[in-house]
Each structure stands twice: as structure tokens, then as C-alpha cells.
């Protein structure tokens, strides 16, 4: 198997894993509030997410940035929190996509030390960073694929309306989300 491909394949189980939950959580919290019809929007949102997971996943691999990975660990749960809490709140979409790509460089700090462990001494650290990206990018299009198609049954086909939809997501989300956030709590 070569090196690309096995980093391709951490990127998609980093993602695709309920070891992954706040990951998870996190593309529920930011594509709840869309259809299928929005898919774009929703896609442009990822996309801004890993850019901002890669960009920080690189420096911290590339020991450019450290950071105390406790705080690391808290902070990213309450970027689900907030990303919730703006699923309730009128807020503009289109600062969301600034939103998302900050939150992903906060989830990108919290992955690099285990990236860091694995690439150890490789030679050159672009090929496995771009294979693990495309990974995690691949495997968030499946989990967002997942999601709007769940909505779409649900809106269609039991015949729920979209707000009555995003407020029980949500609080599933912040629900699952909180107890994580004591958990970590660093103080």
C-alpha cells in the first residue's frame, strides 16, 4: 500500500469513526440548517473547515505552532456549542464560512500531535498532509451526503417542517456537545 494511499486513509477514518464524535457533531451542528438544495453552500463550508484544520495541522506538524493541546481539547467542543447556538439565533450565512474556517483551525491543532507521532521522520510532509486532507475532505462529503439526505426523508417524507427539524438536531447536538465540554474543561 503505498504512503499516499494509507494517508488518504487516516484522513477518512479520522472523520468516519464514532471515536470521532466531536467531529461528527460539529458537521451536524453546520449542515443541519441546510437542503439538499443548498448543497453547495454546505460543500463551500467544508471546504472552508478543512483548509482551516489543514492549514493549522501543517504548522503544528511542521512544529511551526504549539499549543497547550488541554485548551485544544476544550476549545472544540465549544466550537460545536457555537455552532449550534448560531443554528438557533438569526445570524448571516455568510460569515459562516469565516466562522467554519477559524473552528477548523482549532480542530486541526487538536489532531496534530497524533499526525505528528505518525509522519516521525518522513522526508518531505506535503504528500502525506495533501493525502490525509483529501481524506478527511472525501470522508466529511460522505457525512454531510448523509445528512441532507437524513433531512430530506424527514422534511418529505414524515413531513416535518425545517425550523420545528434544526431546533430537535440541534438540541440533540448541544445535548451530546455539553457534557464533552465539562469533561475537558482544563481548569
Known amino acids: 500500500m503505498s504512503d499516499f494511499y494509507a494517508y488518504l486513509l487516516l484522513g477518512l477514518e479520522h472523520i468516519l469513526n464514532w471515536a470521532a464524535l466531536d467531529h461528527l457533531l460539529f458537521i451536524l451542528a453546520l449542515t443541519c440548517v441546510y437542503t439538499l438544495m443548498d448543497y453547495k453552500k454546505v460543500l463551500w463550508q467544508v471546504t ?3 483548509v482551516g484544520h489543514s492549514i493549522t495541522l ?5 512544529k511551526l505552532v504549539e499549543v497547550n493541546t488541554t485548551w485544544v481539547e476544550f476549545l ?3 466550537t460545536i456549542l457555537f ?3 448560531f443554528n438557533l439565533v438569526k445570524t448571516k450565512k ?3 464560512y469565516w466562522l467554519v474556517a477559524v473552528f477548523g483551525l482549532i480542530h486541526g491543532l487538536g489532531f496534530s500531535n497524533y499526525l505528528q507521532s505518525l509522519l516521525g521522520a518522513e522526508s518531505s510532509l506535503f504528500t502525506p498532509l495533501l493525502a490525509f486532507n483529501i481524506g478527511l ?3 466529511q462529503i460522505a457525512v454531510v451526503s448523509i445528512i ?3 433531512s430530506l426523508v424527514t422534511m418529505h417524507v414524515f413531513h416535518w417542517k425545517q425550523k420545528p427539524y434544526i431546533k430537535v438536531v440541534t ?3 448541544i445535548g451530546l456537545v455539553l457534557p464533552m465540554i465539562i469533561e475537558r474543561w482544563p481548569l
Do not use: K, Q
Not at 501543517?58 to 511542521?62: G, H, V, Y
Open 76 to 78: 472544540i467542543p465549544c
Open 148 to 150: 441532507l439526505a437524513s
Open 48 to 50: 472552508a473547515f478543512t
Open 94 to 96: 455568510r460569515y459562516r
Open 83 to 85: 455552532s449550534a447556538i
Open 171 to 173: 438540541g440533540i447536538t
Open 58 to 62: 501543517a504548522l503544528a506538524t511542521l
Open 137 to 139: 475532505e472525501i470522508g
